[in-house]
């Protein structure tokens, strides 16, 4: 069955850095999602990308972040001078369409900023 | 604000009894999804209910949506340890491109 898939699975850094988070979604869908957890909390979007820009994108979205799909295959979410409330887990997702059509989510990247 | 609620919070049933689970939400929808989660792991995708549907079966789960309440409930029949998880809905908004989690109902199932 096909997945999305996210790597890495956990990634450490120390604050102030650059990380990059992959995800590899699903071949055939055409939106794809990135949302976050803090731990114990809710599930947050971050942003949406469609047609190779973003489509829509919340107040947590600002300019240290920045998504990108550079190769047809991966779409990845940047994160410029980490802090450490950015620590959290990522979630990448993608659906065939946008609504009603499921979405399907990867296993995540456990951010932790030290 | 769209993002929904789920009640209960939390959730501790003996395994082989029926977990009922509820979500509700403020605006129109397209559709509502129930995932389930794992401690520190992925949402996995477990069913779909469309806007003009108002019940739909997948195995020992059951949903119903109620558009004129906004909410939705989440049966799961014959609980299994496994079983234990965090659940949570999220709604495809009809405007927008994203999708609004709940809060999550945190499920045990005790052996």
């Known amino acids: 069955e096909p997945e999305v898939t996210q790597t890495p699975s956990h990634q450490v850094t120390q604050m102030g850095q650059e990380v990059i988070l992959r995800c590899v979604p699903i071949?055939?869908?055409?939106?794809f999602y990135w949302y976050r957890q803090i731990l114990g909390q809710k599930v947050e979007f971050l942003v949406s990308?469609?047609?190779?820009?973003?489509?829509?994108k919340s107040e947590i979205f600002d300019d240290q972040f920045s998504v990108e799909r550079p190769d047809g295959s991966n779409f990845t979410l940047k994160i410029r001078s980490t802090k450490l409330e950015d620590s959290a887990m990522y979630f990448c997702?993608?659906?065939?369409?946008?609504?009603?059509?499921?979405?399907?989510f990867g296993q995540g990247t456990r951010l932790t900023v030290v | 604000s769209q993002q929904g609620e789920e009640d209960p919070q939390a959730l501790s049933i003996q395994e082989g009894e029926n977990a009922t689970m509820n979500c509700s939400y403020k605006?129109?929808?397209?559709?509502l999804q129930w995932y389930r989660q794992n401690s520190g792991r992925g949402l996995v995708h477990l069913i779909l209910i469309r806007s003009n549907e108002r019940e739909k079966h997948s195995g020992r789960l059951r949903v119903t949506l109620d558009t004129s309440k906004k909410s939705s409930s989440l049966l799961i029949t014959a609980s299994r340890a496994a079983d234990t998880a965090s659940y949570f809905c999220a709604t495809d908004a009809m405007a927008g491109n994203q999708f609004y989690f709940g809060t999550g109902t945190s499920l045990t199932v005790i052996p």
């Open positions: 071949s055939n869908h055409l939106y």
């Open positions: 990308f469609y047609n190779n820009e973003i489509s829509e």
């Open positions: 605006t129109s929808i397209n559709n």
């Open positions: 997702a993608s659906s065939q369409l946008h609504g009603n059509t499921e979405a399907f």
